[in-house]
């Protein structure tokens, strides 16, 4: 078994000598020695502090036995030496004996940062501290989050929503990474995007500012595409209504044997209850010729309520599936928007990523209804607001004009939080806002969905939060109100 190595020698002076030095250097760690002591078994010299203690020689590991050579050590004492700062400029020459004086007031000593725990010559400490060092407190030049210089520098800037960035498409704008997403999806003349009656079978790839001329030169194909496209839903809409109609066949005929069943059991309940009420008061228990009859009676009776219970949640299951079925319908039957309304969806990305009370915001959403020009897009509180703190997402709809000029107008809005798994159980929120400004900032709901909710509800099939990503519906109708209204309370409370 191999022997461990001694420890090492930690008391020798660590200034350097001018000259030859070698016969005044610790066997153990190679500096000038402090109080010399040479060692019988070996010859060899250490640091006297280094030897205390010891039973054994540290060189040939024999009973250890050192003399002090005080001559030596006076002899080394008047050295001359330089700074073992020399490194860093220190200018200082001396003697050794000079020496322990010296390297307690040296400003080229280095200390370790209190914060990278870097070692800095100590009159370049404050320096490194405001300038230097990589924990350092710095504030992002474009939005003025403070971390440290090192997470903003090399985490946050290439993320940073507030910087300057150019269009990838490069059709020349310039503009903060926050709205490049809006200009991407709505602006951009150079976007790579699919025809509009792409759903309808039209294949053409082309870029936004070929849209015009495309619509214009496949009129007549897209025309016979949108009439193909009516038929084939027009057909699914007849399908799905049958098969509507066929349940509630189904369930008109199960509720009424149901029914039967329940009034045939409610009918042997009262017989058993009143041959019960029937015997003496003086002999509640039956006789033992009847006692078998008696509790197999009993059995029955617990059994049908049993049943009953099963029935009734049988019952209860079947009409929450009538009614997912008659909303299905009535969103089919109401395809039709109205004059001026719009849907849209959006999503809003790195929700579970954000800090407590820090607020995501989806890309806005841009609408022209008869030459208003609007702005809409969400603001969503991970960790809720007021009523919904802590526990629930809020979600907030910010409504800003592009165009100063613009009336005062209400929008009438229908929300829904999209299941991701499949196209039912959404959570609906319909509201609608006044516009009365040229910027308004509507309460959607601060307790829109719970945190629990988020994630995969397998009883129900739900799951809203994908991939750190919610998807939000918006159906939404602007209607500008007459000029009479404008400054009319009474007429503003009734358009409300």
């Keep these: 078994m191999a022997t461990p190595e001694p420890e090492k020698c930690k008391h020798g002076y660590r200034c350097v000598c001018e000259g030859d030095s070698s016969d005044y250097k610790c066997s153990s760690c190679l500096l000038l020695l402090r109080e010399p002591c040479t060692t019988t078994c070996c010859e060899k010299q250490y640091c006297k502090a280094y030897l205390e203690g010891k039973e054994k020689c540290p060189n040939c590991q024999r009973g250890l036995h050192f003399a002090y050579s005080k001559f030596q050590d006076k002899s080394l004492q008047n050295l001359d030496v330089v700074c073992s700062e020399k490194e860093c400029k220190c200018p200082w020459r001396g003697k050794v004996r000079e ?38 407190l710095f504030s992002c030049p ?17 993320v940073c929503s507030r910087v300057s960035v150019e269009c990838p498409n490069r059709c020349g704008l310039e503009g903060g990474r926050m709205n490049m997403d809006g200009h991407l999806n709505n602006e951009c003349p150079l976007r790579p995007m699919d025809c509009p009656f792409s759903p309808m079978g039209c294949r053409v790839k082309l870029r936004r500012d070929e849209e015009e001329d495309h619509l214009k030169e496949s009129t007549t194909t897209h025309l016979s595409a949108l009439a193909s496209y009516t038929l084939q839903m027009d057909a699914k809409l007849n399908e799905l209504v049958k098969t509507v109609e066929e349940f509630k066949k189904k369930r008109d005929k199960k509720i009424s044997d149901l029914e039967g069943e329940v009034s045939s059991l409610r009918s042997t309940i009262d017989s058993l209850s009143q041959t019960i009420n029937n015997q003496p008061e003086n002999d509640i228990s039956p006789p033992e010729s009847q006692a078998e009859p008696y509790r197999m009676g009993t059995d029955i009776e617990h059994e049908k309520d049993a049943q009953i219970q099963q029935l009734n949640q049988s019952l209860d299951a079947y009409k929450e599936q009538q009614a997912r079925l008659e909303l299905r319908v009535s969103r089919i039957e109401q395809q039709t928007p109205p ?3 719009f849907e849209t969806t959006v999503t809003v990305e790195g929700l579970t990523e954000k800090k407590l009370n820090q607020e995501c915001y989806s890309v806005p959403i841009f609408r022209d209804q008869q030459g208003l020009q609007h702005k809409l897009n969400f603001t969503i509180w991970p960790n809720g607001q007021k009523e919904g703190k802590n526990k629930y997402v809020s979600l907030w709809l910010e409504q800003e004009d592009r165009r100063q000029n613009n009336p ?55 799951q809203y939060l994908v991939h750190d990503t919610l998807k939000i519906r918006l159906h939404a109708y602007i209607k500008p109100l007459q000029p009479s209204c404008w400054n009319n309370t009474d007429c503003l409370a009734h358009h409300s």
């Design 408 to 462: 005062p107008a209400h929008i009438f809005i229908y929300v829904e939080i999209l299941n991701q798994t499949v196209d039912d159980c959404h959570i609906q929120l319909p509201c609608h806002f006044p516009i009365l400004s040229h910027r308004y900032i509507g309460v959607i709901s601060n307790t829109a969905i719970s945190h629990e909710e988020l994630e995969y509800n397998h009883l129900k099939g739900t």
């Design 339 to 341: 004059a001026g309304a």
């Design 142 to 158: 474009h939005c003025q989050l403070r971390k440290t210089y090192q997470f903003i520098t090399e985490v946050h800037i290439p």
């Design 99 to 136: 020496f322990a004086e010296h390297i307690t007031c040296c400003e080229y000593v280095r200390v370790p940062c209190e914060k990278c725990h870097q070692a800095i010559s100590k009159n370049q400490l404050e320096t490194h501290r405001t300038q230097d060092c990589p924990e350092r």
